[in-house]
């Protein structure tokens, strides 16, 4: 084998990890996985199934797949009533994230709501553009250029007790669990509708799992005149930074 093909071995066996994770998890659950080629055929044959967008409402309306539903994971129980009565309907459930736990999770509660004929996009989003389908736009959140604080220079700024107010845009469980003294909860998916509540004279730090989502959300509200900032890797930057220090 040749050295490029070394390389590219191991490569390519990271690239599958999601996508055999996603199938592991699927064997073992009452509902399935669907490629994007099978689920564009039976778009086009005439099917009509019906696809949830399971992220957030702001990601949803700047990119979907076309005729999704929003209904992010965190609110599926509350607008369950958004899915069609017919139980034998055709769920899609999919997300940003090829590992797609979102619409995992999504996909569970549907199947203990008594749906029979559940599935979950294979790779997500990311699969259905690498495939080249269409994805339709309904409210484009430009994104713009936003400063990213390291954790260092943020746990410097909160030692000086900087007037800045952290904002953490992870689901309720999630910042339950762990979060960084201070900050306060705004969950993505509760975003638009609540952002009033936050202060326009102070410069807010956004905080995600790994400071991928902070970018349109820091995007939204800096065209509603706040001033934002995002935190660099998120908190799983900030908790190996305080894992690498008690080390030493």
Same mark, same amino acid.
């Given at each position: 084998?040749?050295?490029?093909? +070394?390389? *590219?071995?191991?490569?390519?066996?990271?690239?599958?990890?999601?996508?055999?994770?996603?199938? %592991?998890? !699927? &064997?073992? =659950?009452?509902?399935?996985?669907?490629?994007?080629?099978?689920?564009?055929?039976?778009?086009?044959?005439?099917?009509?199934?019906?696809?949830?967008?399971?992220?957030?409402?702001?990601?949803?309306?700047?990119?979907?797949?076309?005729?999704?539903?929003?209904?992010?994971?965190?609110?599926?129980?509350?607008?369950?009533?958004?899915?069609?009565?017919?139980?034998? +309907?055709? *769920?899609?459930?999919?997300?940003?994230?090829?590992?797609?736990?979102?619409?995992?999770?999504? %996909?569970? !509660? &549907?199947? =203990?709501?008594?749906?029979?004929?559940?599935?979950?996009?294979?790779?997500?989003?990311?699969?259905?553009?690498?495939?080249?389908?269409?994805?339709?736009?309904?409210?484009?959140?430009?994104?713009?250029?936003?400063?990213?604080?390291?954790?260092?220079?943020?746990?410097?700024?909160?030692?000086?007790?900087?007037?800045?107010?952290?904002?953490?845009?992870?689901?309720?469980?999630?910042?339950?669990?762990?979060?960084?003294?201070?900050?306060?909860?705004?969950?993505?998916?509760?975003?638009?509708?609540?952002?009033?509540?936050?202060?326009?004279?102070?410069?807010?730090?956004?905080?995600?799992?790994?400071?991928?989502?902070?970018?349109?959300?820091?995007?939204?509200?800096?065209?509603?005149?706040?001033?934002?900032?995002?935190?660099?890797?998120?908190?799983?930057?900030?908790?190996?930074?305080?894992?690498?220090?008690?080390?030493?």
């Amino acid at each position: 084998m040749s050295f490029v093909g +070394k390389r *590219l071995v191991p490569l390519i066996i990271l690239l599958m990890i999601p996508v055999l994770s996603s199938w %592991a998890w !699927a &064997a073992e =659950k009452d509902w399935k996985m669907i490629r994007p080629q099978a689920l564009q055929e039976m778009m086009g044959s005439g099917g009509k199934p019906v696809l949830i967008n399971t992220m957030s409402y702001l990601e949803c309306l700047d990119h979907s797949i076309p005729r999704s539903l929003c209904i992010s994971y965190e609110e599926f129980e509350s607008k369950i009533a958004m899915l069609p009565t017919d139980k034998n +309907k055709t *769920l899609i459930f999919y997300c940003e994230s090829e590992a797609s736990q979102r619409s995992f999770e999504s %996909a569970d !509660a &549907a199947v =203990k709501r008594g749906y029979a004929n559940v599935f979950v996009l294979e790779g997500g989003m990311p699969a259905w553009k690498r495939a080249g389908y269409d994805l339709v736009t309904v409210e484009r959140i430009p994104r713009m250029a936003i400063q990213a604080v390291t954790p260092q220079v943020l746990r410097d700024w909160l030692t000086e007790k900087r007037d800045i107010l952290l904002l953490d845009i992870r689901p309720e469980k999630a910042f339950n669990q762990a979060h960084i003294k201070g900050a306060v909860n705004i969950p993505l998916y509760q975003l638009h509708k609540r952002y009033e509540e936050l202060p326009l004279n102070r410069l807010l730090i956004l905080v995600d799992n790994r400071g991928f989502r902070t970018l349109i959300a820091a995007s939204y509200l800096k065209r509603k005149g706040f001033q934002v900032k995002r935190l660099f890797g998120g908190m799983a930057k900030w908790e190996a930074m305080l894992s690498k220090e008690k080390k030493n």
